[in-house]
């Protein structure tokens, strides 16, 4: 009786710890600013820093209780507040805070509104590639500056389309 209770207790302290643990490392990324803004504020006193202490306290309390709406939206001002010089940083500061606090931020997962594939509508920027090839095969003889064409140079290309 004595021995499954003590198996019984460490498998719920084990199970305490592995989901208690997973819940402060998912923190530790706001902890992580929260220690470079402080860093910031000592180095570069000129300002007003409570605000951003402000946000990051919010993002805190968002995470502790699992609201991704408030981490992204506080986590968004915070970030926007940097980019602005808000209530009168050090520019240095600023641009440093807003590298790191990226930096160590997770990524956001996509949603299900966000597209996956590119649909009608949607520009994205596409890369073309560059005609630097100038022989329609390795040793051969150089283009016309309109191209290569496979049927007039006589070229047997089997992979080819």
């Not at 590119?118 to 630097?132: A, F, K, L, N, Y």
Request: with cysteine.
């Amino acid at each position: 009786m004595n021995r499954t209770m003590a198996i019984m207790l460490s498998v719920a302290l084990a199970l305490c710890l592995w989901t208690g643990g997973s819940a402060l490392a998912a923190g530790t990324w706001v902890d992580e600013i929260v220690t470079a803004a402080t860093f910031y504020k000592s180095s570069y006193p000129t300002g007003n820093w409570d605000p951003y202490f402000e946000k990051l306290t919010k993002v805190q309390e968002g995470i502790g209780r699992g609201d991704e709406q408030v981490v992204k939206v506080e986590m968004d001002h915070f970030l926007k507040m940097l980019l602005g010089r808000s209530h009168g940083i050090n520019d240095v500061a600023a641009d440093e805070l807003y590298s790191f606090a990226l930096g160590v931020k997770p990524p956001e997962p996509l949603t299900s509104a966000e597209p996956f594939d590119p649909e009608i509508g949607i520009e994205r920027p596409m890369s073309v590639p560059d005609h630097t090839i100038n022989t329609p095969y390795e040793g051969g003889r150089p283009c016309k500056l309109e191209g290569c064409d496979y049927w007039l140079d006589n070229v047997f290309d089997p992979g080819g389309s």
